[in-house]
């Protein structure tokens, strides 16, 4: 045998291998035993691969490969592969797809970690906002009778101001259900607070209602055990299961007593599951409205004819098919007609009674004259254009990286359109890499949705979570999926899909530099939209601080309050004096509501020049004991407290706050006579504006009257010289003892005006996250745009090295053209950033004013941002030693 016939396999072995293998087979299968008999030549040499070329043809003896192809009993769509490769969604295409696809991803691992990483961060973080939406929007849909439920509110007129609120009189509710036939049921309602819940030695502090009996059915409250119809009886209480677990641990609780606030006892007639978080009517336990008729029979006889007065809510549900429009028009008028008689209330205040579904409880809230002006719903908004920007800067780096690779894709184009491939198949290739990566980045959005969520629960308050087990989570999912990356290819798609194969095949195009422009453009529009992010975040973080730093007019270190119980009332004196005793505290007295806090508005005051629709002004009203400014620390800006001293202050005191001597127009309040409900009232003097309400709204006129009969908490200054801890351990045995029937609960003034930042702090938070994130996001764009850059300009970085371009001139090159962007983005997205938190601030009557610092200071962060990113890729380019880079030339 020659050296020429030693580098073939045998002959009588190929000639078996040809009789042997069916005709579909032969080809492939002759092929590869070739490609492999040659390796094994050139690697061990060729009468090795010889033998293996006879041993592997013995291995190769299976029926399978001798069998023929049945003949077709039918004519097969597609006949030849050329008519497969006409339709692109074959499944044969698409198998194809997802091959080329998958192999490209492997190829350029970098490119590839940068775009699923972009795209996955930016469907977790849309995943988490939509989580969030979607629990906003169901808000209160857990009820059957969702449809038909409303709340019964009021627009009034005070001081030349139309007003919203939902206190209504007491005999409102009744009217509407005996004299109203569009209402299949209503049910009144009165926040009972917080109360001693007491179960042998258990004791808790729970929130509860007095409501009507038809609550039940209205709210369609699912009751777990009990009575169906549990608050027809007057000494009852329902609990909801949580709470029946904290009173009766494992035992069966129906029957059993609950004792109220170590004053009455109620009988325990059903467990209802408690309410979802998201619900607008939440309780620990409810109590039958008629149980205060049956305690108090006095008191509730003059409220059934009380239409001035407005203290509780009233919930109604309207008969199938009732309009709601004719419905308020028929009801408008109801509490004016019973105050025809009070001339000044007709006139003025022309209270207007209408009904709010409750598809807009919580998330249209807010009212500006009477109209339904929103309310959280802005938020929502807000974070869902938030979710789409993330999601859309995601897709422009998947954009941005395919498009500027596209010169290392042109040639593959030229040579698929030159065999035949149509312009539908290739856009059918780059989709389907596109929905690969997208699918690989949804796996990743997953799991750090599923890592992160509890840490986002605690930041927003919610319970939360993946419905991993309901269809139409997988649903939405796959629709999102599909979105997402149609999205983020449909340009590198129909661009890439565009190229002229002759121009490609001769080497006559360069799509990198004609490409540069859609690019820069897409760049800038990612920036845009993190630099609002960036700015919007900023204003939102001073507008807090801005209230916070609001002086509040008292001292809020020190000072706890404890809810007060007939027991601390009846004994306050006696608690009063041991607590002094004991050192601890400085200061004590009653209110009737918490610090920081006020509960009671009310009118009918008049003062030197006032007009009779004066009358109808509204005052923020505190009553106090002695001691009051002492307590709150507050220091006064004229006259003195209540005192001892002086008797009449306990009948006919009262003080001003700024507010109230600037509506009453008094130059010298100190000594000025006011009256009140028709008795005198003498100033005694004049206290700062203090934030009782909300800090971005301006302060509401406030009396401040003696009263230690109105009680609604206990104010106690701890001693400056004692810590907290310690005063809190001396002083909860002597609360324990003046209040046997209650645990001692006890806040922090400070603590609890933190509470009122907390929407505003959500918020803040939220948007600084989706800031960080989308400008991660963006700067992974830029390092991929850079790598990419340093590699198409490798060529050209060798030849100014060689001819003395320092590193600092590499790094110049490289990243002049991102700062130019980035500086276009700041100048685009200032004027819209100032625009929509211009907007934001309206709603605040104290607020900021938008300087130029902020953008100043963005626009630097962006810069350095920026710089940092690209500098590595630059420097190392311009590290690069030119001998490589040049060799090939």
């Excluded at 698409?94 to 940068?114: C, G, P, Q, V």
């Excluded at 939406?133 to 709340?151: F, P, R």
């Excluded at 929130?207 to 027809?232: E, R, T």
């Excluded at 730093?549 to 001292?555: E, H, K, Q």
């Amino acid at each position: 045998m020659n050296q020429k016939q030693s580098s073939y396999p045998p002959r009588w072995a190929k000639r078996l291998l040809e009789r042997i293998t069916a005709p579909h087979l032969r080809e492939e299968i002759q092929g590869d035993m070739d490609e492999l008999f040659h390796k094994r030549g050139q690697r061990s040499g060729y009468a090795k691969a010889r033998l293996m070329y006879v041993v592997d043809l013995l291995l190769l003896l299976h029926p399978r490969l001798w069998r023929r192809e049945p003949t077709p009993t039918f004519k097969p769509r597609y006949t030849k592969y050329s008519d497969v490769s006409k339709s692109f969604l074959h499944p044969t295409m698409i198998r194809s797809y997802l091959t080329i696809a998958f192999r490209n991803l492997i190829k350029n691992k970098s490119y590839s970690a940068i775009n699923i990483g972009g795209l996955a961060v930016g469907m977790a973080v849309a995943m988490l906002i939509g989580i969030w939406i979607n629990d906003e929007l169901s808000a209160n849909k857990h009820h059957k009778n969702y449809e038909t439920l409303y709340q019964v509110e009021v627009n009034q007129t005070f001081d030349g101001r139309r007003g919203t609120q939902d206190a209504i009189p007491f005999p409102l509710g009744d009217e509407l259900k005996t004299k109203y036939p569009d209402f299949k049921a209503t049910a009144m309602c009165d926040w009972s607070g917080q109360r001693s819940l007491v179960v042998g030695n258990q004791k808790f502090l729970k929130d509860g209602h007095y409501i009507g009996q038809d609550a039940i059915d209205m709210f369609s409250l699912q009751v777990l055990d009990g009575d169906k119809n549990p608050l027809k009886e007057p000494y009852s209480i329902v609990l909801t299961d949580e709470t029946a677990q904290a009173l009766f641990g494992q035992k069966d609780p129906i029957g059993k007593t609950v004792r109220i606030d170590n004053t009455v006892d109620l009988k325990v007639t059903a467990v209802v599951a408690k309410q979802p978080k998201n619900a607008t009517l939440q309780f620990d336990y409810l109590i039958p409205w008629h149980l205060q008729a049956a305690r108090q029979p006095d008191y509730i006889k003059r409220a059934e004819t009380n239409w001035i007065s407005n203290d509780y809510q009233v919930f109604a549900q309207l008969k199938d098919g009732v309009s709601l429009e004719k419905t308020n028009a028929k009801i408008k008028d109801v509490i004016l007609n019973h105050l025809l008689n009070d001339e000044l209330t007709q006139k003025s205040t022309k209270p207007e009674v209408f009904l709010h579904p409750m598809s807009k409880w919580r998330l249209y809230s807010e009212f500006t004259e009477g109209k339904n002006t929103g309310g959280f719903i802005k938020y929502v908004r807000l974070f869902g254009i938030f979710g789409l920007f993330i999601l859309v800067i995601a897709c422009i780096n998947f954009m941005n990286l395919s498009t500027a690779r596209s010169e290392k894709r042109a040639k593959e184009v030229g040579v698929r359109k030159a065999v035949g491939s149509g312009r539908e198949q290739l856009i059918g290739q780059f989709l389907s890499e596109s929905l690969l990566i997208t699918f690989m980045a949804l796996v990743l959005a997953l799991g750090a949705v599923l890592m992160v969520l509890p840490y986002f629960n605690t930041l927003t308050e919610k319970q939360l979570a993946l419905q991993i087990d309901n269809p139409i989570f997988w649903g939405i999912m796959v629709i999102f999926t599909l979105f997402t990356g149609l999205l983020a290819g449909s340009y590198p798609a129909l661009y890439l899909s565009s190229f002229n194969p002759v121009r490609i095949l001769k080497g006559g195009v360069h799509v990198g530099k004609s490409a540069s422009l859609p690019r820069q453009i897409l760049v800038v529009i990612q920036f845009t939209f993190s630099i609002v992010l960036m700015i919007g975040t900023i204003i939102i973080y001073q507008q807090i601080q801005h209230g916070k730093n609001r002086p509040i007019g008292f001292t809020k270190q020190g000072l706890i309050s404890v809810n007060a119980s007939k027991d601390l009332v009846d004994h306050f004196e006696a608690l009063q004096a041991e607590l002094l005793g004991s050192g601890m505290v400085s200061s004590i007295c009653t209110t009737n509501s918490p610090p920081a806090q006020v509960w009671a508005t009310n009118n009918g005051w008049e003062w030197k020049g006032s007009t009779p629709n004066d009358k109808s002004v509204g005052f923020k009203t505190i009553a106090t004991s002695y001691d009051y400014t002492k307590t709150m620390g507050i220091k006064l800006m004229e006259g003195r407290d209540f005192s001892r001293d002086f008797g009449t202050d306990s009948l006919g005191g009262v003080l001003l706050n700024e507010a109230a001597v600037k509506r009453m127009g008094l130059k010298h309040p100190v000594g000025e006579l006011l009256k009140w409900n028709g008795s005198d009232r003498k100033v005694v003097g004049v206290i700062p504006d203090m934030m009782m309400e909300s800090p971005y709204q301006a302060v509401s006129p406030l009396t401040v009257i003696f009263d230690k009969y109105w009680v609604g908490s206990i104010c106690v200054r701890i001693n400056p010289n004692v810590s907290s801890s310690a005063a809190i351990q001396k002083i909860q045995p002597i609360f324990d003892k003046y209040n046997p029937g209650f645990p001692f609960d006890y806040k922090f003034s400070d603590t609890e005006y933190a509470k009122k930042f907390s929407y505003e702090e959500l918020i803040g938070n939220l948007s600084a996250i989706v800031s960080l994130l989308a400008i991660f996001i963006s700067c992974l764009g830029l390092f991929g745009l850079a790598s990419f850059m340093a590699e198409q300009r490798t060529k050209e970085i060798g030849i100014r090295k060689v001819l003395g371009a320092s590193i600092a001139n590499v790094w110049g090159l490289l990243s002049k053209d991102f700062v130019q962007l980035v500086i276009i983005s700041c100048l685009v997205a200032s004027p819209i950033a100032w625009y929509v938190m211009s907007q934001w601030l309206e709603s605040y009557t104290y607020k900021i004013n938008i300087g130029a610092g902020v953008f100043l200071v963005v626009l630097i962060v962006a810069l350095a941002i920026t710089l940092l990113t690209v500098s590595y890729q630059a420097i190392k380019a311009g590290l690069l030693n030119p001998v490589k880079s040049l060799r090939s030339e």
